[in-house]
């Protein structure tokens, strides 16, 4: 099945100069539907947190993912299209999280210095909270995914071999003129489909296991690894930003940035295996 990408409105509706785009929208029902299943999963034994505490945690998580978002999108990408005495001269590029550019990777970074900074401030077992944080993360994911096909962006490469779904993406001849209306791989709903709806249910099925529960530190060591194998696998079907490419061995930013967080999760279920059952 072949079709070109329907040229949907980024933004939802409009009242005069305010408009609800699609893309914020996502991180707010992801926000919102993450909070609320969060409150339920502290409470499984053994009790990570309070309700209310998940209620206070909610500010923290926004700051974390928006700021680390974005500041991991600087220093990630932008700094390759952009010198670093541009930035500094313009500091407010640096956090103009209005103007699109986030990295997934950063706002990983941006929610661990959250969580950490947060347990220390409650005396909170920071890798039982963290557990049930990781357990509702690919809601965002999944969300942020599907809000990049509304938007048009992060398209697939052009396809080379069968699959079940191709797109072709006309506004990719802005920097691919010769392949503007070839089919491409729809790489965010497939990154929807791995990162978003693959993970989650792997970490639902996951968190029911008590003896998982009880060793705080391992579902958020899975939730890396599994993410970084989504993401790797991903990679291999959406096209790399054109001011990047191909890195050596043709590998992507993406699939590279995913490597040490693939390393921490190895490390981190090892560290929680080892450390023994926690008492309810």
């Keep these: ?39 339920h999963l502290v409470k499984l034994s053994p009790v990570a947190a309070t309700a209310q505490q998940v209620d206070d945690f909610l500010t923290w998580a926004v700051l974390g993912i928006l700021l680390g978002g974005r500041i991991g999108y600087v220093l990630f990408y932008q700094l390759h299209q952009e010198s670093l005495g541009y930035l500094l001269a313009h500091p407010i590029q640096i956090i103009a999280v209005w103007q699109g550019g986030m990295s997934s990777h950063g706002g990983f970074i941006g929610m661990a210095i959250a969580i950490i900074w947060f347990s ?30 509304i938007n048009g962006e992060l398209w697939g490469r052009v396809a080379t071999h069968w699959f079940p779904l191709l797109v072709i993406y006309p506004q990719s ?64 079907f959406r096209e790399p930003d054109y001011f990047l490419g191909f890195l050596p061995f043709g590998t992507t930013m993406g699939q590279i940035l995913s490597l040490p967080v693939l390393l921490a999760g190895l490390v981190m279920m090892v560290w929680a295996y080892r450390q023994g059952p926690r008492a309810a």
């Design 173 to 236: 001849g802005a920097v691919d003129p010769l392949n503007a209306f070839k089919p491409r791989y729809p790489s965010e709903l497939i990154e929807a489909l791995l990162e978003g709806a693959v993970l989650f249910a792997i970490m639902i099925l996951a968190i029911r296991s008590n003896n998982l529960r009880q060793r705080p530190g391992m579902l958020t060591g899975l939730f890396l690894i599994c993410y970084s194998i989504a993401r790797i696998i991903s990679e291999c």
């Design 1 to 39: 099945m072949v079709f070109t990408w329907p040229n949907f409105s980024p933004v939802l509706f409009s009242i005069g100069s305010f408009g609800i785009h699609y893309y914020a929208l996502a991180y707010i029902l992801g926000l919102l539907l993450g909070w609320w299943l969060a409150r």
């Design 120 to 149: 220390l401030k409650h005396r909170l077992n920071m890798f039982a909270f963290a557990d049930r944080v990781a357990t509702v993360v690919p809601i965002g994911l999944f969300l942020g995914r599907c809000a990049n096909f």
